[in-house]
Nanobody, 115 residues
Framework: QVQLVESGGGLVQPGGSLRLSCAAS????????AGWYRQAPGKQRALVAS???????NYGDSVQGRFTASIDNGKNTVYLQMNSLQPEDTAVYYC?????????WGQGTQVTVSS
């Protein structure tokens, strides 16, 4: 069983930066694909970044150019570097990762952008 544990969320001022981490543990191999979604209050879960196997990262339109997603298979960790954060980025951020054909989700981490 794979568990994904997220960290790095918190309160940040507009224009600031945060880096989210999503560390995998359990009987695992290598991550095939991974990514991040977010859900703001009263809104549906939305794609932030999708990292396909062997392909380029796809970003949601609202974060393109500000966020960078990556995978470190040596550490079994997925990252989301978030720069130039704005109040509309406030949400719970969820990571996911594919091991083989199975997808696993993290528990979510709150990001709040406010002055």
């Amino acid at each position: 069983q794979v568990q994904l544990v997220e960290s790095g969320g918190g309160l940040v001022q507009p224009g600031g930066s945060l880096r989210l981490s999503c560390a995998a543990s359990g009987n695992i191999g290598s991550i095939n694909a991974a990514g991040w979604y977010r859900q703001a209050p009263g809104k549906q879960r939305a794609l932030v970044a999708s990292i396909p196997s062997g392909g380029s990262v796809n970003y949601g339109d609202s974060v393109q150019g500000r966020f960078t997603a990556s995978i470190d298979n040596g550490k079994n960790t997925v990252y989301l570097q978030m720069n130039s954060l704005q109040p509309e980025d406030t949400a719970v951020y969820y990571c996911y990762a594919y091991y083989g054909s199975r997808v696993y989700w993290g528990q979510g981490t709150q990001v709040t952008v406010s002055s």
